[in-house]
């Protein structure tokens, strides 16, 4: 599911620089242009940087359940043992 995530979230960023006017596309607009560039630079990043943070969880939520079904298996065997 992180994984997933961590792609939509990475594909955000992309959809929003299809949001981007150059200064004539702006036309009125003159005022807030360097507003407006600035909030799709934000949400660019931001964005990149929440697809990389939710991998690093998917990857953490994986180490974490191979490490416990690691342990998980060699404390059956012990436990199997002592009986």
Sequence with gaps: MWDKQSADM?????????LRLNRVEAGL???VFDTYTAVIDQVISR?????????E???TLRQVADT??????????KMKNLY
């Design 10 to 18: 990475a594909k955000v960023g992309s959809q929003v620089e299809t």
């Design 29 to 31: 607009f003159q005022m």
């Design 47 to 55: 964005s990149g940087e929440g697809a990389q943070r939710m991998g």
């Design 57 to 59: 969880v998917a990857t």
């Design 68 to 77: 416990y079904e690691q342990e998980e298996a060699a404390n059956l065997h």
